[in-house]
């Protein structure tokens, strides 16, 4: 069996997935500023990169993806059949609204006019910034508490349903 030998920061790794990040986790409320600037939380900056990728997510929110985590999904959009109309649909959805990014000195990233619509987040207002695995969502603080709140009296019910995945506690 082969394996990929990544360079992550400052040591290497032998990664199956090619992707040498660590788990982002955690939740951390900002601000978006005048601008539309909001600050990277400190935790989620090494592992982020220098330039990152941001686009729409699921459920109204933002996803921020390390370059090399958004080159294996990129990877796999790829792979759908162009002729499936839903294939289509997925790839364009991310795709369409991506863009490339750097936090500036203070470790701010400006959050696209275009992805702020999407996801209903204006100009001053709070955000909460999530840790997904191998992305960062970004949430509208109220939306964000709604769908905690809607999930979270569900989570026995939902991990009884994917447990049939292999996931159990």
């Known amino acids: 069996k082969w394996w990929i030998v990544v360079e992550c920061a400052t040591e290497w790794r032998v990664d199956p997935e090619g992707w040498c990040g660590r788990m982002f986790m955690g939740e951390y409320a900002h601000s978006i500023d005048a601008k539309g600037r909001v600050i990277l939380p400190a935790d989620f900056r090494q ?11 699921l459920d109204g ?10 080159d294996e999904f990129a990877a796999k959009l790829r792979t759908l059949s162009i002729a499936d109309p839903n294939a289509r649909a997925f790839a364009r959805f991310f795709i369409a ?5 750097e936090c500036d000195k203070q470790g701010r990233f400006l959050v696209p006019a275009n992805l702020r619509t999407y996801a209903n987040i204006g100009l001053k207002q709070d955000v909460i910034l999530t ?12 939306k964000w508490e709604r769908y905690a709140g809607e999930v979270d009296p569900n989570i026995t019910e939902i ?11």
């Open 47 to 57: 592992e982020l990169g220098v330039s990152f990728i941001i686009t729409k997510g």
């Open 159 to 169: 991990s009884t349903q994917l447990a049939g995945y292999g996931i159990s506690i």
């Open 131 to 142: 840790g997904a695995d191998a992305r960062i969502e970004v949430w509208d603080r109220e």
């Open 61 to 70: 929110s933002l996803f921020l993806f390390p370059q090399a985590a958004w």
């Open 97 to 101: 609204g991506a863009r490339t990014l």
